[in-house]
């Protein structure tokens, strides 16, 4: 959820009617199964209003109203509404060797999902084509009556949030490429394209561990480096040119290791999965198993200097640029997904130790340290929330321009 809901949202004036809808579908979409006495209670809407809104919510295909829940409320049974399973986003996240495609129905509740692996990391061009025939497949089994609202596009690069060009994405070797408008002429659909971690920032604020956090930290920590999703007061931080949330690239070390950025020191370049992995002594077949081995080894009562030693240095880094990160954004929670996680977990207790001891009322102070669930759906569910934001900012609205496409 994005919205900021501190006090009552909703209004009971006429004008406000947009506001109303939005603010009704945004919880029926965080909150499944959410009760019409629950939702007159959280906007603080008049129940009336409450019943025209979920009608028209229905009407639009947007959300589904139960039988009367067998649960009792003040001695009255109270309706449950839930985000319509046909309201869908189609999803694509394009990597070096796989092209994940998927259908994501509003609530976050991933329908479908086909993974097409590919010999070597595709262009913008193979790119359309697969997910051309893919959603065509995935059209067949579709029930009558669902509607794909739009395709969010997730990227392990950087892309530029006017008009969604992939500026430059290193490890699928592309440089300015225009897949949102290709993607849009070849599927007829509006495209949102983000950087994958701040697609993974949006799952973990909508459903995840941020879920319901106003100020939230995000790091991921992948194979290529670290990246990242501030979410402020509600709402996610993008920078002039949609590139905000480059934490891999905080400077935590003077005269630290050469980054690919050009500088050097910063967060990405010192601490690194490559550097766990060494340190564990992992094949490259197995890395998928880091976590494991990682703590596995840990456990085993050998000697480990060299592995504590880097665990060590890294949570000490980790702790210098995310105390400057929060000097800046006063977070209240942090979440760390990827190897970072791994990271954490090794050490249980020590990246909040060494985040503290800096004096009482600093921002670092009383932040609470999550570790990222969600797994690798998160990047699909996040993606969908791309489409859905708009949606949700204005249901009837984004639905009429949808249909004049
Ligand atoms: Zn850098």
């Not at 900021?4 to 909150?31: E, I, K």
């Not at 395709?151 to 949102?180: C, K, M, N, Y």
């Not at 249980?348 to 102070?365: D, Q």
Request: proline content about 5%; overall charge negative; glycine content about 12%.
């Amino acid at each position: 959820m994005f919205a900021t809901a501190r006090t009552h949202p909703g209004s009971n004036r006429d004008s406000s009617r947009q506001h109303n809808l939005s603010t009704v579908l945004r919880l029926v979409h965080s909150t499944a199964g959410i009760s019409r006495a629950q939702l007159t209670r959280t906007t603080g809407l008049n129940r009336s209003t409450i019943a025209v809104l979920v009608a028209e919510l229905s009407q639009l295909g947007l959300a589904v109203e139960s039988d009367l829940d067998t649960a009792q409320l003040h001695g009255r049974p109270s309706i449950k509404i839930d985000p319509s399973p046909a309201a869908l986003a189609l999803v694509v996240n394009p990597d070096v060797d796989v092209v994940s495609v998927a259908l994501v129905s509003l609530g976050g509740h991933i329908v479908n999902t086909v993974r097409f692996h590919t010999v070597r990391a595709p262009s913008g061009v193979e790119v359309v084509n697969i997910v051309t025939a893919v959603y065509s497949g995935m059209r067949t089994s579709l029930p009558a009556g669902h509607r794909v609202m739009g395709v969010g596009l997730a990227i392990p690069g950087l892309v530029r949030t006017d008009d969604g060009t992939v500026i430059e994405a290193p490890h699928l070797g592309w440089q300015d490429e225009p897949l949102s408008s290709r993607l849009g002429e070849a599927l007829g659909l509006p495209v949102f394209t983000a950087n994958d971690a701040v697609v993974g920032a949006r799952a973990q604020a909508a459903f995840g561990a941020g879920r319901g956090v106003a100020d939230l930290l995000y790091l991921y920590g992948g194979a290529s480096g670290i990246g990242g999703g501030v979410i402020s007061d509600g709402r996610l931080i993008r920078g002039a040119a949609g590139f905000a949330g480059q934490l891999g690239h905080t400077h935590v070390r003077t005269g630290g290791t050469a980054c690919t950025c050009g500088s050097s020191g910063c967060l990405e370049a010192e601490v690194t999965r490559a550097a766990l992995i060494e340190a564990v002594g992992l094949p490259s077949g197995e890395i998928e198993n880091l976590e494991e081995a990682l703590l596995e080894k840990l456990q085993d009562g050998s000697s480990n200097d060299e592995l504590c030693a880097v665990i060590s240095h890294q949570i000490g880094l980790l702790a210098v640029g995310l105390k400057t990160v929060m000097s800046l954004l006063n977070p209240s929670a942090i979440v760390l997904g990827g190897f970072l996680r791994i990271l954490v977990r090794a050490a249980p207790g020590a990246l909040e130790e060494a985040l503290a001891g800096c004096g009482p009322r600093r921002p670092w102070e009383n932040v609470r340290i999550e570790l990222a669930p969600l797994g690798e759906d998160q990047i699909l569910i996040g993606a969908a929330e791309l489409v859905f934001e708009p949606l949700l900012a204005d249901p009837a609205g984004y639905l009429q321009g949808l249909a004049g496409e």
